[in-house]
Nanobody, 115 residues
Framework: QVQLVESGGGLVQPGGSLRLSCTVS????????MAWYRQAPGKQRELVAS???????YYAESLKGRFAITRDTSKNTVYLQMISLKPEDTAVFFC?????????WGQGTQVTVSA
């Protein structure tokens, strides 16, 4: 059973930073592309960033420069570093990975940006 466990969310003031972590129960090399999504209240889940098996990355255009996705293969963990956070970044952030043609999701971690 593949499990993804997110952590690192919380309450942060506008302009602040957070780093989210997603730890996978198997080698992330087996997962192929890993990604972070987010879902704001009343909105659809949207792709934030992806990191491919070769280490390449993709970002939602509106988030380039503020968000960075990285991974530590020795820890089977994918990170999302977020800076200059805005109230509109408030959302539940989900980690996603695909293994043997099946999508796996974490439980989500809440990020709230508020003064």
């Amino acid at each position: 059973q593949v499990q993804l466990v997110e952590s690192g969310g919380g309450l942060v003031q506008p302009g602040g930073s957070l780093r989210l972590s997603c730890t996978v129960s198997i080698s992330i090399f087996n997962m192929g592309t890993m990604a972070w999504y987010r879902q704001a209240p009343g909105k659809q889940r949207e792709l934030v960033a992806s990191i491919f098996a070769n280490g390449g990355t993709y970002y939602a255009e509106s988030l380039k420069g503020r968000f960075a996705i990285t991974r530590d293969t020795s820890k089977n963990t994918v990170y999302l570093q977020m800076i200059s956070l805005k109230p509109e970044d408030t959302a539940v952030f989900f980690c996603n990975g695909r293994y043997r043609s099946r999508d796996y999701w974490g439980q989500g971690t809440q990020v709230t940006v508020s003064a």
